[in-house]
């Protein structure tokens, strides 16, 4: 049955309330209180770039009418709750305490399965707006670039979202034949077959080179605006994901050029601000657009007066904060005590919040009554990680090199690893722990290296977790079951194996 895209779509920063149909025809389909019509959306580039920002918008609002769906960032906490370095400290009032126990992936009929499905379609087919109107539009070139070089990126890092969801990891070593999900190009939600895997990476990296030629020379008004620079970080997370390590240490070191890693003050003190120097991508919440108790920082701060973070604080795996370095900075992310004395001034909690060791205080909302805070997607760290995992196959001393110019900057007394092989892989591999914790990386890192689930020895709640310790390297529950309402509206889609 032939699916028909109604003719609106998200623009705008003030766009909210979005809403979605249930129904099978209107599965993808969206209804904003304010919307434009296609053809209007690209008359101008001035147009365009309201698509561009309605984009840049729904990475934070609320979908399904449901707390716990809110944008990227309960995304993110759906793939940290999946690994073993998330620790949730009790069930709380229930929030992501299903997905952490592997529940939610793993049945077709249940909304947070379908929350990613969806969510990153809606951006990919808005995004095709852009693209595919954009020749058309009335104005300066360097504006039209500008947008489709921003909706170019926002597609491939979708796709590249997906496919790591949905699809079996990527072999190097292999034609990566199997299926990956449909490869969306134009604005419609006509029925389409799954692509391959390696279909769908070779489609990821034409619309990122394009969009890295196309970003040549723009000047973002902000981090929540895509550049050239996050063009080429999200090149290099694609490249590690296929084991293309040259790629991914050539891109990563273009990426991080003109980023600063931030300072020991700035880690503790203000590691939420998205005009923080090393941050290169991220989503900052006005006041008049917060989500309440939807936003991130009312699941994942240490502050916030929500229900969900006085009884239920997110905590570092024990076993991963024993390897600390007490002078690493990082160290004081994270409270083995749980009293949380040392939290920076004005970010107190109140005696009502329920203590437990080796709870975070990485996150800080803006107050207790006020759940805003910036929300990291891309950091220049993150790059100097992907550099040294990548050099470490292809040139060990250079990777070394790397690791210290990096680790010493959160530790003033690390030095020179000595570690050679498979040891020092094991360094940096504990390093991106330590440091993306909480950023939404775990799920997606544990994948791609064909590494088990391992939760077994440190501070999980086995009636939170329903007692999931283990899940075997290549299991098929590292594939997210595709949504049955996605199954129901496209006959062309075939499930993955159970």
Known sequence: MKK???????????????????????????????????????????????VINGIHRSLYIRYQDSQGKSGIGSL????????????????GNGWFVSASAWNDHTNANDSD????????????RNANVVINGAENAEGPDAERNAAVGQALVYRAWAHFQLVQLFGKRYDASSENTQLGVPIRLTADNDPLARNTVEEVYTQIHT??????????????PNKSHLDKSVALGLKARVALVQQDYTTAA???KMARSGYSLMSRDDYFGNFNDYGNGEWMWGSHIQEDQTDYFGNFGAYVS???????????????????????????????????????????????????????????QKFLAAGTGDSRMDVPYMRAAEMYLIEAEALSYTNE?????????????????????????????????????????GEGFRFYDLKRLNQPL?????????????????????????????????????????????
């Open 302 to 360: 240490r502050n916030y007066s929500s229900t969900n973070i006085r009884t239920n604080p997110k905590a570092i795996n024990n076993l991963l904060y024993d390897k600390i370095e007490p002078t690493d900075i990082r160290a004081k992310l994270f409270d083995p005590t749980g009293e949380h004395d040392s939290l920076p001034p004005g970010y107190e909690i109140a005696s009502n919040f329920t203590k437990y060791p080796y709870t975070s």
């Open 207 to 220: 619309d990122i080179d394009e969009a890295i030629s196309l970003l040549e020379g723009y000047e973002r």
């Open 250 to 252: 050539t891109y990563a």
């Open 4 to 50: 028909t895209i109604k003719n609106s779509i998200l623009v705008g920063l003030s766009v909210l309330n979005l809403g979605l149909f249930s129904c099978s025809d209107d599965f993808l389909n969206e209804v904003p209180t304010e919307s434009v019509s296609d053809q209007s959306a690209t008359t101008t580039t001035g147009n365009l770039f309201l």
């Open 397 to 437: 001393a250079s990777a070394k090199q790397v690791l210290l110019e990096f680790a010493s900057s959160r530790d003033p007394e690390y030095t020179l690893s000595s570690n050679s092989g498979q040891a020092l892989k094991e360094e940096i591999y504990i390093q991106r722990r330590i440091e993306l914790w």
């Open 76 to 91: 993110m906490i759906q793939n940290d709750v999946l690994g073993e370095d998330f620790v949730m400290t009790s069930r």
């Open 454 to 498: 391992d939760r077994n020895g440190a501070n999980h709640v086995g009636s939170v977790i329903n007692n999931v310790y283990d899940v075997p390297a290549g299991d098929n529950r590292w594939q997210w079951l595709i949504p049955q309402d996605a199954l129901n509206a496209n006959p062309l889609l075939e499930q993955n194996p159970i």
């Open 113 to 124: 399965d379908l929350f990613p499905y969806r969510t990153y379609y809606r951006i990919i």
